[in-house]
């Protein structure tokens, strides 16, 4: 696609970013002679008809309700098009990273700089209410900040405009699971309330480096933001009482915009906000449920992998640690993320998550969303048998009956046992992606890294299962070797515990197996896969299937 024109106007460049739902570019606008950055909807080619209409809409929303908006602190977009039979988005270029990549980076934003930030974010959110816009999707990774020490807000991709006809359907709750209001899980209409809970959230975030209301999955996420409080943010400092203030409850209770605004404003200077601390609960603190403990204290460090839990991946950064969890189970690899984007323009696809009602949800890192369920967010069809050339050819040269191939919006392939494993999506930036036919009592976890912690998969596997040895109940490492894993160095860890009934909808026996290798162009690829002991045999050969079936992008 490189170098490809695109609408006979905009000359594609590099790549600048990746995601679920599609891939951003770097382009050069041959009429104007301007850097532009356009985002090219790579998922419309793995929906169907109906749903690709949808993406259009929604595509056309984003661009409407940013066009609206005439304020410095909003990213401008230029143009909207459709080009090979899908949407793009031209938008302005910005130089620089997200404030996700800050917090990623550095581990924490000193108070001052994090209220600075909020104090723009607001900016932005004020001119987008007054124009009728409710953003809904405020978090670390849509605040970009520019290498000119601009502070802007950008994808507006489920953007709601007043008197617009609402293109999401019944009962779907659309946006990032950590940083949706309490009004937004109960199912009420959003107002600029609720924009500015997901900016106290995202202010959070910033200082104390992991998200206040994430949990082990992203219902109990959810529950979490409708029944518990934070807990005390400890490097807040003079912005502590604005974080308390933003993050009431009830909508009705927290401070509007001026309040807020004044709140920032004194808070980047130094003073804590008097205006604040009427916000700022008292003794009512013993009704708060306490979050799980933060797990051990150096790199790799995983919390117990729950089975429909999640677990908790540790990026040491300067001797400091940075939680991040995941759906189901333990990270297949942990790792440290150091590289800054040039543009921070990242796009994700969100996983539908429970039954009756879809819940289109997002655990960071992660921008556009769409509805598709499996067929939508991988290319899912029965595989004709591959010739013998075939690196992802069977020992039986196909797949067994009823396996089916998907090609993985991330870019690579992978064999799976059904038609009913779902794809979900953990984290973009560090290309998670699980897939599950029962909501996480069994799974299997893909993940890519091109900065591996480790050179060697041994050590890595080595290390983490000393981490995981520390956590588990009843853990028992079943087996750790090296092996030869397409021509290249690889590693197996395998092994046991107890998943307790407090953690999981699924207690009882587990057994995990984790295999990972590096590639020649030194991505480090990681498969884990877990389920109860008692299914083990099958889940086993399994492992060995998708194995041999994997292609990488």
Request: with cysteine; net charge negative; hydrophobic share 35%.
């Amino acid at each position: 696609m490189q170098g490809s024109l695109v609408a006979g106007r905009y000359r594609l460049g590099e790549s600048i970013g990746n995601g679920g739902m599609g891939r951003v570019w770097r382009a050069h606008d041959e009429v104007l002679h301007r850097s532009v950055a356009i985002k090219e909807l790579t998922a419309a080619l793995y929906v169907s008809d109906s749903e690709q209409a949808t993406l259009l809409a929604r595509t056309r929303a984003e661009a409407r309700a940013a066009a609206r908006i005439n304020h410095s602190a909003v990213v401008t977009v230029h143009d909207v098009l459709e080009h090979d039979a899908r949407p793009w988005i031209v938008m302005e270029l910005v130089e620089g990273h997200s404030l996700a990549d800050a917090v990623k980076e550095c581990e924490r934003v000193e108070p001052r700089e994090a209220a600075r930030i909020g104090l723009w974010v607001l900016r932005a959110l004020r001119a987008a209410h007054a124009a009728g816009v409710l953003h809904r999707d405020v978090k670390p990774g849509n605040v970009l900040l520019g290498r000119d020490g601009r502070v802007l807000l950008t994808d507006f991709g489920i953007a709601q405009i007043d008197g617009d006809t609402a293109i999401t359907r019944t009962g779907e709750v659309v946006g990032s699971v950590d940083y949706l209001a309490p009004e937004r899980v109960r199912g009420h209409d959003p107002g600029p309330a609720s924009d500015l809970w997901a900016l106290g959230a995202t202010l959070y975030t910033a200082v104390e480096g992991l998200s206040p209301f994430r949990r082990t999955s992203p219902i109990t996420t959810m529950q979490a933001v409708v029944e518990e409080e934070a807990e005390p943010p400890q490097h807040a400092g003079p912005l502590a009482p604005v974080i308390s203030a933003l993050l009431r409850k009830d909508p009705a209770t927290r401070p509007d915009a001026a309040q807020t605004e004044q709140m920032l404003a004194e808070a980047a200077e130094g003073r804590r906000p008097r205006a604040a601390q009427e916000y700022v609960p008292t003794e009512a603190v013993d009704a708060r449920v306490p979050r799980p403990p933060t797990p051990g204290q150096h790199t790799g460090a995983v919390a117990p992998p729950y089975p429909g839990g999640a677990g908790t991946r540790q990026h040491a950064r300067g001797g400091g640690q940075t939680s991040v969890q995941a759906p189901y189970g333990p990270p297949a690899v942990s790792r440290r993320r150091t590289r800054a984007r040039t543009v921070a323009l990242v796009v994700a696809l969100a996983a539908i998550i429970g039954g009756g009602t879809a819940v289109v949800l997002q655990q960071h890192g992660e921008r556009d969303r769409t509805t598709a369920g499996p067929t939508g967010t991988a290319d899912a069809r029965p595989t004709p048998s591959p010739d013998a050339s075939d690196q992802g050819a069977t020992a039986a040269g196909g797949l067994p009956e009823g396996w089916v191939r998907r090609t993985d919006p991330f870019g690579f392939s992978v064999v799976l046992p059904g038609e009913d494993w779902e794809r979900v999506v953990f984290d973009e930036e560090t290309r998670q992606v699980d897939y599950t036919p029962d909501g996480g009592k069994h799974f299997l976890r893909i993940a890519a890294d091109d900065a591996p912690d480790f050179d060697d998969p041994y050590e890595h596997l080595g290390d983490l299962d000393q981490q995981v040895g520390r956590r588990l109940v009843d853990y028992r490492r079943v087996d750790l070797q090296r092996l030869t894993y397409r021509d290249r160095e690889a590693a197996r860890l395998e092994y046991s515990w107890t998943a307790l009934a407090k953690d999981t909808e699924f207690p009882g026996p587990y057994r995990a197996i984790d295999q990972m290798y590096i590639t020649r162009d030194g991505v480090e690829y990681a498969f884990y896969m877990a389920a109860p002991a008692e299914d083990w045999e099958t889940t086993r050969e399994q492992f060995e299937t998708i194995l041999k079936g994997w292609r990488e992008p």
